[in-house]
């Protein structure tokens, strides 16, 4: 079942999700080569809880950190640790906080100092198909089409959609209902209805879609060794169609 989401728990899902959207910001800022990731997840950590926060991952599942940070072939769920960026690396930060009870969940894929045109190419089309899927969300749009969206840009682009990983419903649980595959046929699944937030996030391969988990049992990376992005945001369905709540642009109340 899709859980709706009132208008008093959408205002806090808005909290949660302007905190990972800040978190992200200060991370981002960051980010340059030299800096280790796990230096990036205490800053992330330090921030979410100094502002009355609570981090998302940290304890999922046993996962160890506030924040996944991808790196190059990585997909997503790397471990923050002692690696060091290098200039031309492209790094994944996903991150996810708990307000009041309610989570927000979003990533951004970052060049670290100057990345080729290639990789500036792989950037553009991750966040072209985030927009392209978020786009679709209204009250009355199939969750597939949301889903075709995503797949169909990419695939335009020549590059691929992962199909191990998927997005998902978020609430009062990081992960609720439904699944929101990053291929599928427009018109299929459940309709969209106004209280509904989905975590929607494309992962873009350049090679092949397949992915292979490393010994360390969470790192995801691509089967082929080439690069990957991830692009993710948190959406509520509203009355006039969409409203990222975990959108960076902070200016706009
Ligand atoms: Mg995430
Ligand atoms: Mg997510």
Not at 96 to 111: L, P, R
Not at 127 to 133: D, E, I, K, Y
Request: glycine residues 12%.
């Amino acid at each position: 079942m899709i859980i709706r989401k009132s208008e008093r728990q959408l205002n806090k899902m808005r909290k949660a999700g302007r905190l990972v959207a800040e978190t992200l910001l200060q991370v981002i800022e960051r980010i340059e080569p030299g800096i280790t990731t796990g230096q990036l997840d205490s800053i992330a950590e330090r921030y979410i809880r100094c502002r009355g926060g609570t981090p998302s991952f940290k304890g999922y599942r046993g996962f160890p950190a506030t924040l996944c940070t991808s790196v190059n072939s990585e997909v997503v769920h790397g471990i923050p640790g002692t690696r060091r960026l290098k200039d031309g690396d492209v790094i994944s930060i996903d991150v996810g906080a708990v307000v009041d009870g309610y989570h927000g969940d979003s990533a951004v894929t970052v060049e670290v100092g100057d990345v080729s045109d290639e990789t500036e190419d792989l950037l553009e089309v991750g966040r072209g198909a985030l927009s392209a899927g978020i786009e679709k969300v209204r009250p009355g749009a199939y969750l597939g089409d949301v889903s075709h969206a995503i797949q169909a840009f990419v695939q335009h682009k020549g590059y691929s959609v992962v199909r191990a990983y998927a997005g998902h419903g978020i609430g009062r649980d990081m992960h609720e209902a439904p699944e929101i595959p990053n291929y599928g046929r427009a018109g299929q699944g459940p309709r969209l209805k106004t209280g509904m937030v989905l975590a929607i996030e494309p992962m873009v391969n350049r090679g092949t879609h397949e992915v292979k988990t490393a010994p360390d049992g969470w790192t995801v990376h691509t089967a082929d060794g080439e690069l990957s992005v991830h692009f993710e945001h948190t959406v509520a369905v509203v009355e006039d169609g969409y409203e990222v709540l975990t959108c960076r642009c902070l200016c706009s109340e």
